[in-house]
C-alpha cells in the first residue's frame, strides 16, 4: 500500500511518498481503505516535534482525522460490516474515563500511525461509524476538531440556552465550537 510518512528525520522535508505491505486484521480489528483526510493545526506540529514532548519513532504516517470504507473485519468484529464507512477515532484506546497519560499518547499521527495511508488497520473499538449524510470530506474532519469542541463546550461544560460561548480562533475546533454554540442556542 501506498503511504506518506516522515523518514529519516523530522521535518516536512522528510515527508515522503513510500510502499509497505498491506496490514490483515486480526480478531477484534478492521481494515479501511481510506477515502479522505483531514489537516488539523497538530498536524502541521508533529513532523517538526512541535507538539508536546512528542518524540515517537520514525517512519511516521501523519494525520489524525480521516474517513474510509471497511473493507475487511476481524474475527468477533460485530459493530461494522464490510461496506460501512468509519472514521478512526483520534484517541485510540480511550472508550471511556479521565483523561489519563496511557490514553493521550495513544494519538494517531504520532505516536501511533495516522491516515496517509491507502488502508489502516485498527481495533474495532478504534473507529465510529461515520453520518451517512455527511460527504467523505465532511466526515473526515469529524473525529479531532468536532470531537474537541464537543468535549469542550458539553462533556466539561454544561452548554445550553443562554450559555456564552468565546471562541478563540478560526480553526477547526473553533468553528465547530461555533456550530455547537448555536445548535444548543436553539434548543
Not at 60 to 77: F, R, T
Request: glycine share 12%.
Amino acid at each position: 500500500m501506498r503511504v506518506f510518512q516522515i523518514q529519516d528525520d523530522w521535518g516536512m522535508d522528510h515527508l515522503q511518498l513510500a510502499t509497505r505491505p498491506d496490514p490483515k486484521p486480526a480478531p477484534g480489528q478492521v481494515l479501511l481503505r481510506m477515502k479522505a483526510a483531514s489537516l488539523n493545526f497538530r498536524d502541521l506540529l508533529v513532523p517538526s516535534r512541535g507538539y508536546g514532548s512528542f518524540t515517537g519513532n520514525l517512519p511516521l504516517i501523519p494525520l489524525s482525522d480521516g474517513v474510509g470504507e471497511v473493507v475487511e473485519v476481524g474475527a468477533g468484529v460485530t459493530r461494522v460490516k464490510v461496506g460501512d464507512r468509519a472514521c478512526p477515532c483520534f484517541h485510540q484506546g480511550w472508550i471511556a474515563g479521565s483523561p489519563d497519560l496511557e490514553r493521550l499518547t495513544r494519538t494517531l499521527g504520532g505516536p501511533v500511525d495516522g491516515t496517509m495511508a491507502d488502508l489502516m488497520c485498527l481495533p474495532e473499538t478504534g473507529i465510529v461509524r461515520a453520518p451517512a449524510h455527511l460527504t467523505d470530506e465532511e466526515a473526515a474532519t469529524l473525529p479531532c476538531a468536532a470531537l474537541t469542541a464537543w468535549s469542550a463546550l458539553v462533556t466539561y461544560d454544561s452548554l445550553g440556552p443562554g450559555s456564552r460561548v468565546l471562541v478563540q480562533g478560526t480553526g477547526g475546533v473553533a468553528l465547530f465550537a461555533i456550530q455547537f454554540a448555536k445548535l444548543f442556542a436553539r434548543m
